[in-house]
Each structure stands twice: as C-alpha cells, then as structure tokens.
C-alpha cells in the first residue's frame, strides 16, 4: 500500500517536496516512480528510481528542478520539486513494482501499485 503525501499550493518558482510511504517489509526490492495526471490530459511519466537507489531517471521537463531520491530504512521514496512552474500543476501518483528489470520503466503498465494522488497547484 502505497500513501502520497506533501502536495499542496505554492507559487511559481517555490518548491515542494512529496513523499510516499508503502506498508510491507521488501521496499528495498522495488522499483519507484512518479507519475503526474493534469486534468484533461493522460497521466505521465515524471521519475523513477531503482530498488537500491543507485539508478534514476527523471523525465525531460523536470530535469534539474526535481530529484527523485528514497530512504529504505524509512520504505518511503520523496520527490523534490523546486523552481516549480504553472506547468507542473497536477495530482501527483506514486508508484511501485518488483524491480526485475535493467531499465527503469516510465509506462504505466510497468508499475503494479499505485498509490493515491496528491494534488500540487502552482499559481503564477
């Protein structure tokens, strides 16, 4: 079970920092993404990070403004979001799946579990 959390309103160019919790004792086997959902729009890829840590990957909009990073021992993955943009406004998805696979995925039907939304609104 995967819980959101930290979304909220800011201004452009603030930031936030979001955090996910998952239940169970094997977070450290799995692999965690970000996915975003605008309204009218399809939910999109926004980061994804390796069961370990050591491998991400952030999607080209975000690149240099968010971090994806995790902390097993605590079996909750954080996204921090700075110099946010109007752009960015969306509910924001966590989630998981067993990490198998060399890539990080950023397809929806990769992941298995998914958290509640979290909305985030930047006002301009």
């Known amino acids: 079970q995967l819980q959101a959390l930290g979304g909220g309103l800011v201004q452009a160019g603030g930031s936030l920092r979001l955090s996910c919790a998952a239940s169970g004792r094997t977070f450290s086997s799995y692999r965690m993404a970000w996915f975003r959902q605008a309204p009218g729009k399809e939910r999109e890829f926004v980061a994804a990070?390796?069961?370990?840590?050591?491998?991400?990957f952030h999607t080209d909009s975000v690149k240099g403004r968010f971090t994806i990073s995790r902390d097993n021992a605590k079996n909750t993955v954080y996204l921090q979001m700075n110099t946010l943009k109007p752009e960015d406004t969306a509910a924001y998805y966590c989630?998981?799946?067993?990490?198998?696979?060399?890539?990080?995925?950023?397809?929806?039907?990769?992941?298995?579990?998914w958290g509640q939304g979290t909305q985030v609104t930047v006002s301009s």
């Open positions: 990070i390796s069961a370990g840590g050591s491998r991400v």
């Open positions: 989630a998981a799946v067993w990490d198998t696979a060399a890539a990080l995925g950023t397809r929806l039907f990769e992941y298995t579990s």
